[in-house]
């Protein structure tokens, strides 16, 4: 069950011009968003989930161990896509493999030093612009949530 599951359904009521444009000009935001970290990625020789990975790993809310099944959760992937994707990485010398020393059949993943800079880099450059088109993701939200779009 999902969080979507939990919140009761609001009547659905059609969208007006106001916030039809914002939809879309907050769709368009996330987008511009999301390819410039994909080519900011590539540039640097990686794939974009790469990053998504190590930023996965680093950004689990307290008392998430960073497995495979968690980060499949948190990456919204299936198993198998999250194990090639860990094995992209681990051969990359991105991340690593390591054993629970309690529960041997316990796999945790750790970020190697390559993999921490190639993150914190790219997390830099992400807050970068973030910064930039925030205002205007907020806008856009704000008219979709149905509050002033001049309110702070």
Known sequence: MSNRDLIPKKKRQKLSQVEFKALAEF????????????E?????????????????????????????KTLAERMQLNHNTMVELVD???????????REDRDRRLVILAPTPTGKSVMEEQASASQAELQEIGPVLFTSLKRLMGAPANLS
């Open 40 to 68: 900011k990625a590539r540039a640097r020789g990686y794939h974009p989930q790469q990053y998504q990975l190590l930023l996965a790993i680093e950004g689990l809310p307290e008392g998430k161990r960073p497995t495979i």
């Open 88 to 98: 992209r990485c681990e051969e990359g010398g991105l991340l690593r493999r390591v």
């Open 27 to 38: 769709r368009y935001q996330i987008r511009r968003y999301l390819r410039y970290m994909e």
